[in-house]
Each structure stands twice: as C-alpha cells, then as structure tokens.
C-alpha cells in the first residue's frame, strides 16, 4: 500500500515541488473545512423559524471580527483574511437562505 508523505513543513521546503505539495495539502483542508462550516449553514436553515433571522448583521460583525483578531494574532495579512471572510459570510447567508426556501417548500 501506497501512503502519502506528509508535507514538508513549510521552513524546511527546499523546492517548489514541496511547496506546491503543501499548498496542495492545504487546499485539501481548507475545502474539507467548508463543508464543515455549510453543514452548520445547513443546521442553521433548520432550526431557525424565521427568514429574516438569516442575515445576522450583528452576528457578521462579530464573525468578521473574530476572523481579524485571528489574523492580526498570527501575522498573516489581515486585508486579504476580512476580504476572504466578507465574500465566505455574504456566500453563506446566500447559501443559507436558499436552504432555508429549500426547507420549507
């Protein structure tokens, strides 16, 4: 049997071929990772009883700044990670409301 090597962490890349391989890897998660969170999109379609309780903007506001202060904390650039955050929450309310129709047609 035929196991994949883990990713080179990413100070020990000597290459692109390992780089490439790690970003590749952490594709991988990423997207394992929003299924994840569109389950939970797909739990709250579910159990919330009423549409306009959807688009939380008080919710989205802390979302987004929990996504910040994350950011801020590890270094990475914050404007890319509030933009990235911005497009996932407008795309899961999105998501969300069309579940929630889909729910109760």
Same mark, same amino acid.
């Not at 933009?83 to 069309?98: G, K, M, N, Q, T």
């Given at each position: 049997?035929?196991?994949?090597?883990?990713?080179?962490?990413? =100070?020990?890349?000597?290459?692109?071929?390992?780089?490439?391989?790690?970003?590749?890897?952490?594709?991988?998660?990423?997207?394992?990772?929003?299924?994840?969170?569109?389950?939970?999109?797909? =739990?709250?379609?579910?159990?919330?009883?009423?549409?306009?309780?959807?688009?939380?903007?008080?919710?989205?506001?802390?979302?987004?700044?929990?996504?910040?202060?994350?950011?801020?904390?590890?270094?990475?650039?914050?404007?890319?990670?509030?933009?990235?955050?911005?497009?996932?929450?407008?795309?899961?309310?999105?998501?969300?409301?069309?579940?929630?129709?889909?729910?109760?047609?």
């Amino acid at each position: 049997m035929n196991s994949i090597p883990s990713p080179v962490e990413p =100070a020990n890349c000597n290459d692109m071929t390992e780089v490439r391989a790690g970003v590749d890897a952490v594709d991988t998660q990423l997207v394992e990772l929003l299924a994840v969170r569109f389950a939970y999109m797909d =739990a709250a379609a579910r159990i919330k009883s009423e549409r306009s309780s959807v688009r939380d903007e008080a919710r989205k506001q802390q979302v987004l700044k929990n996504v910040h202060d994350s950011a801020t904390g590890l270094g990475i650039p914050v404007e890319v990670v509030a933009d990235l955050w911005e497009r996932l929450v407008e795309a899961s309310i999105a998501y969300e409301l069309d579940k929630w129709d889909a729910n109760r047609a």
